[in-house]
């Protein structure tokens, strides 16, 4: 953290909207930080001296504005010229390779940060703060909304590391004005769910291919490229200048999935938060929506200090890396309400952290307070597994004690410390959870597909080998012939209506699948869906697109007898996978992760014993970067996704 940063940390009082007998002490500090631009915040200051509530407005903005910077380099320009050709071609989805070679490991954090203090202009500020206070007054939902929310969910001029933009006018005249014209009501809820209506005609183009910063709000507006950070964006931007308020909430790393996720929440009147914009949410308040992803802890991004997020690290020196964000209010209760948790732990060091399981490592997203042989942890998500950490001087974070999970139906935990005494045998089939989206790529568009071939290309005379008639429950399906059949040609048919939708094909010209053939996809499908994917020996290269008739026809060069056809569907790679090498871990407490020996697959399970009531962690030292940690229970893998 830059010296100057930490310095404002510690002079600064946590600010608010509401004047007390310290403003002058914040604002001051902040005014020193801006150096050769302070005049242009105290024209901003002089500008309100006679309208108590906007000057306040005006100093929460100064206050907290040290936190806030973009960044500056040609080459962001560069990028989105890249980007905007994607949001605006059809059917484009991706950078070509020579793009990725250049940007994929651009480490846009390396260019010089431009604070806000240092640039910003009177007349900004005083457009912003103008503008922000029309769409407060203006709207008859927000008679319920105090001036302090009205601060956090409209008020401020970024949402992130963006570069600055006027963006109130451009977003107020698409959105506010459709707006206008289709509701006069004073539901805040229904105005809500026009705008998102409205922003869901033209969606954000889903690409993650490059981390950058936030795009700025008016190349946002012409060009939907991104992933859940931006559709938040977006949505925050039209919201706030329709005087929606609105936030971005998230979670850090995912306890089932191992991503982070954001989404964005709606403040009703009766002051209750309600989750929409992703995920295809609209907003309601007569149901409970969730978009199905586990959290742990949830969020919420700020534009000023919160008091009680840096309070939690009072007495700690070195405050780790990923909970230095002092910007951000804790709402898990929000969520799964108020609880707390005592966890026992073998450590004298109070400050223990709360951690999720990642591939790199226990991620820490919380921190407790230590008692003693215990810590308790307030407002968690129950029925996750946790484990509590400590931060080593070397930076590196270990056990604490046992994972433990919090049942919610219970109310009361399961420490994971592992019976070495008594040894159960355990059948593996996965190393990361099924979720519901991966499994459906298993039959949504397999179902109803035929497998065909002939000796001549028009397929005239053809002989179906294989129709799929239900639900694959692996990643690879082979087809071996029981009579000899002789052909060059093959052909893969789905039902009128589907997209085709696999990981790969293969040809072997003998039984014994070891010869494997090249082949050639003679349809002609468009380029940017990536037909060379169908071929290319990778599954996880997966195509997907609509094509003429409904199917495409593959070339082998040359007539065969027998052979045998390897068919993958679209899938994650997380099956065991015959060949691989695999290496079992449980879970032991303070001595960390202990192996139960590799093992190289012989088929699509691997068979170990393993203590009872052990947390235990597959990896493929073979292939692969997604595991997740689970337990045994009723002769099944039980992972985080899993746990109800």
Not at 48 to 67: C, G, S, V
């Amino acid at each position: 953290m830059p010296r100057n940063i930490l310095f404002f940390f510690i002079v600064l009082i946590f600010s608010s909207c509401v004047s007390d007998n310290t403003v002058d002490q914040q604002t001051e500090s902040s005014l020193q930080f801006a150096g050769n631009n302070r005049t242009e915040l105290e024209k901003v200051l002089k500008y309100y001296k006679n309208d108590p509530q906007k000057l306040e407005a005006a100093k929460f903005l100064i206050r907290n504005m040290p936190h806030w910077y973009s960044y500056e380099g040609s080459q962001l320009d560069s990028i989105q010229t890249v980007l905007a050709y994607i949001a605006n071609t059809p059917k484009l989805y991706a950078m070509t390779e020579i793009q990725k070679r250049r940007w994929q490991g651009f480490p846009f954090y390396s260019l010089p940060k431009i604070y806000d203090s240092h640039i910003i202009t009177a007349e900004f500020l005083i457009n912003n703060i103008e503008e922000s206070f029309k769409a407060w007054t203006s709207r008859p939902w927000n008679k319920y909304l105090n001036f302090e929310d009205f601060c956090e969910l409209i008020l401020p001029y970024r949402v992130g590391d963006e570069r600055l933009t006027n963006w109130r006018i451009v977003y107020k005249k698409k959105y506010a004005t459709i707006l206008d014209s289709l509701y006069h009501g004073s539901d805040v809820v229904e105005a809500c769910r026009i705008v998102n209506e409205e922003l869901q005609k033209k969606t954000v183009k889903y690409n993650s291919e490059l981390s950058l910063p936030h795009l700025d709000a008016t190349f946002l507006l012409s060009n939907r490229v991104g992933y859940c950070r931006e559709n938040c964006d977006l949505g925050l931007y039209a919201m706030r200048a329709c005087g929606i308020p609105v936030a971005t909430e998230y979670f850090k790393y995912s306890p089932d999935y191992q991503k982070a996720h954001q989404w964005l929440t709606l403040r009703d009147t009766t002051g209750t938060f309600i989750q929409f914009g992703y995920d295809d949410l609209i907003p309601r308040r007569d149901v409970c929506q969730t978009d199905g992803r586990k959290k742990g802890k949830v969020y919420r991004a700020c534009f000023g200090i919160q008091e009680e997020q840096k309070n939690k690290y009072n007495e700690i020196t070195n405050i780790p890396e990923e909970l230095q964000d002092f910007y951000t209010k804790d709402v898990t209760e929000n969520y799964f309400g108020l609880n707390s948790v005592i966890v026992p732990v073998e450590t004298k060091d109070k400050s223990v952290y709360l951690g999720i399981f990642t591939a790199k490592g226990w991620k820490p997203v919380d921190i407790g307070k230590g008692q003693n042989d215990s810590v308790i942890f307030r407002n968690i998500e129950p029925n996750i597994i946790y484990q509590p950490l400590v931060l080593s001087k070397d930076g590196d974070y270990h056990p604490a004690g046992y994972p433990i999970i919090y049942y919610s139906g219970k109310r009361k935990i399961r420490i994971l410390r592992p019976n070495k005494n008594l040894f159960e045998t355990l059948i593996l089939k996965r190393k990361m959870p099924l979720i519901p989206r991966i499994k459906k790529w298993l039959y949504e568009s397999i179902i109803g597909a035929k497998i065909d071939i002939s000796t001549n290309s028009s397929f005239a005379s053809f002989k179906t080998l294989f129709e799929f008639k239900d639900t694959l429950n692996y990643c690879n399906y082979r087809l071996q012939f029981k009579t000899p059949i002789k052909y060059r040609y093959l052909r893969y048919s789905v039902p009128v209506g589907k997209p085709i939708e696999l990981g790969d094909i293969g040809v072997y010209e003998d039984t014994l699948c070891k010869k494997k053939m090249p082949i050639q996809l003679i349809t002609l499908i468009d380029s940017v869906y990536n037909p060379k994917n169908i071929t290319d020996g990778n599954m996880l290269s997966h195509f997907r697109g609509y094509v003429r008739d409904n199917s495409i026809i593959f070339d082998l060069s040359k007539e065969i007898q027998n052979g045998c056809i390897d068919f993958y569907p679209r899938n994650d790679g997380n099956f065991i996978w015959k060949g691989d090498v695999y290496e079992l871990y449980y879970q032991d407490g303070i001595n960390g992760w202990i192996s139960l020996g590799r093992q190289k697959a012989k088929g699509k399970t691997l068979n170990y014993k393993a203590p009872q009531n052990a947390l235990l962690w597959l990896r493929d030292l073979t292939q692969g970067e997604e595991e997740q940690i689970f337990i045994y229970n009723n002769h099944q893998q039980q992972f985080v996704y899993n746990i109800r």
